[in-house]
T-cell receptor, first 111, second 115 residues
């Protein structure tokens, strides 16, 4: 049973912000939201994670709604190299070792 | 620095053949994970090691799958009597902490094709 729901695909224009939604309506209070991405023929790569506050790092920003039932990953200036499958993952605490990936969102950045 | 490496990158096996897939984690990483990724799907957890101890093998699909990490560094995933449904990308990941920690670092994967 999937803990997250993501659109199967989306396109965005190079240089524009890409906003990737994720629904996690059954999230528990001690579960974090993680984002990974997988570029073609590579292993998944960690992007960002958060519990309830918005987070930003050098790769992206994570906006989590106040009720924590959904979140949005923002790539501020998408480049062609950001074309990948993006996975939104809910996991219990930072020490839970299993990652349950789901199908993810295939993001295609177009020139 | 060096990341997680896997070998071979590609493997073609005849049905019924045994295969061995190798993972070299990042030096000093305590935790090691194997995942299986079927075409068009997300990776699925197979097994987890903390140093040389295999703490979770609940994701291994059958007793034909066996993983080991005898010295707490390099790991090998062995598949006996391969079947066509074993065709997938096998991903290895490592983490510096004693469980998943903040992030797992993935290798490029081994693409296995069973004919």
């Amino acid at each position: 049973d999937a803990k997250t729901t993501q659109p199967p695909s989306m396109d965005c224009a190079e240089g524009r912000a890409a906003n990737l939604p994720c629904n996690h309506s059954t999230i528990s209070g001690n579960e974090y939201v993680y984002w990974y991405r997988q570029i073609h023929s590579q292993g998944p790569q960690y992007i960002i994670h958060g519990l309830k506050n918005n987070e930003t790092n050098e790769m992206a920003s994570l906006i989590i709604t106040e009720d924590r039932k959904s979140s949005t990953l923002i790539l501020p200036h998408a480049t062609l190299r950001d074309t990948a499958v993006y996975y939104c993952i809910v996991r219990v605490a930072q020490d839970d070792y299993k990652l349950s990936f789901g199908a993810g969102t295939t993001v295609t950045v177009r020139a | 620095g060096a990341g997680v490496s896997q070998s071979p990158r590609y493997k073609v096996a005849k049905r019924g053949q045994d295969v061995a897939l190798r993972c070299d984690p990042i030096s000093g990483h305590v935790s090691l994970f194997w995942y299986q990724q079927a075409l068009g799907q997300g990776p699925e957890f197979l097994t987890y090691f903390q140093n040389e101890a295999q703490l979770d093998k609940s994701g291994l699909p059958s007793d034909r799958f066996f993983a080991e990490r005898p010295e707490g560094s390099v790991s090998t995933l062995k598949i006996q009597r391969t079947q066509q449904e074993d065709s997938a990308v096998y991903l290895c990941a490592s983490s510096p902490r004693t469980s998943g920690g903040k992030t797992q670092y993935f290798g490029p994967g081994t693409r296995l094709l069973v004919l």
